[in-house]
Nanobody, 120 residues
């Protein structure tokens, strides 16, 4: 059974930082590109960033470029999202997801989400 478990969310002031983690089990982790999505209240879920299975390639949505960094440790089966210079508009539930295809449109597995709240 595949599980993705996020952690690291919380309440932070604008300008602060948080580091999210997503630990995977039940799959060959290095075979999967990993991504972070987020969903703000009343809005649709949006893509944030992705990283290839090897970790050599990454892609970010424009709104987080230069502030967020995705990374992975395949030995620990964990993907990370370092979020710096946080803004109130970054407030959302953050989800990690796994796909067999880097920059593909289909994600096979999802975590349950972790809440990030940025106060102004």
């Amino acid at each position: 059974q595949v599980q993705l478990v996020e952690s690291g969310g919380g309440l932070v002031q604008a300008g602060g930082s948080l580091r999210l983690s997503c630990e995977a089990s039940g799959l060959t982790f290095s075979n999967y590109a990993m991504a972070w999505f987020r969903q703000a209240p009343g809005k649709e879920r949006e893509f944030v960033t992705t990283i290839s299975g090897s970790g050599r390639s990454t892609y970010y949505v424009e709104s987080v470029k230069g502030r967020f960094t995705i990374s992975r440790d395949n030995a620990k089966r964990t993907v990370y999202l370092q979020m710096n210079s946080l803004k109130p508009e970054d407030t959302a539930v953050y989800f990690c997801a796994a796909s067999l295809r880097y920059l593909g449109s289909r994600y096979d597995y999802w975590g349950q989400g972790t809440q990030v709240t940025v106060s102004s």
